[in-house]
């Protein structure tokens, strides 16, 4: 049997994966910093129709997922960025995708707040 080699090209745009860090000062609020983590081409994906429903009963309304090459230190609760629109990142799963030849993360969003 034949299999076709397909190629990963993530040619959607690019994700801006940034990480909070809340900065106190004594006597002062506290101000928060942004940390850039990663900045990655990414595949859009289709959002499932079970994966929607699913984060619906638990409050979560996921707008968008992406599929990123794979990438240390992407974790849940990330601010993301594409183009000028603000996410969270709700779930990150590990993808092994042998017909592809690498190993990816697909990353549910969720709009920020």
Same mark, same amino acid.
């Given at each position: 049997?034949?299999?076709?080699?397909?190629?990963? @090209?993530?040619?959607?745009?690019?994700?801006?994966?940034?990480?909070?860090?809340?900065?106190?000062?004594?006597?002062? !609020? =506290?101000? #928060?910093?942004? !940390?850039?983590?990663?900045?990655?081409?990414?595949?859009?994906?289709?959002?499932?129709? @079970? @994966?929607?429903?699913? !984060?619906?009963?638990?409050?979560?309304?996921?707008?968008?997922?992406?599929?990123? =090459?794979?990438?240390?230190?992407?974790?849940?609760?990330?601010?993301?960025?594409?183009?000028?629109?603000?996410?969270? #990142?709700?779930?990150?799963?590990?993808?092994?995708? =042998? =017909?592809?030849?690498?190993?990816?993360?697909?990353?549910?969003?969720? @709009?920020?707040?």
């Amino acid at each position: 049997m034949l299999t076709r080699n397909r190629v990963q @090209r993530f040619t959607d745009g690019v994700a801006v994966f940034s990480s909070e860090t809340q900065i106190e000062d004594p006597g002062e !609020a =506290p101000d #928060v910093q942004l !940390a850039e983590i990663a900045r990655l081409k990414f595949e859009d994906r289709t959002v499932g129709e @079970r @994966r929607y429903y699913d !984060a619906k009963q638990t409050g979560t309304e996921i707008v968008r997922m992406i599929r990123i =090459p794979q990438c240390p230190g992407i974790e849940r609760e990330m601010r993301v960025t594409i183009d000028s629109d603000e996410y969270l #990142v709700e779930q990150v799963q590990y993808v092994s995708d =042998p =017909p592809i030849g690498a190993n990816v993360l697909d990353v549910s969003l969720k @709009r920020r707040e």
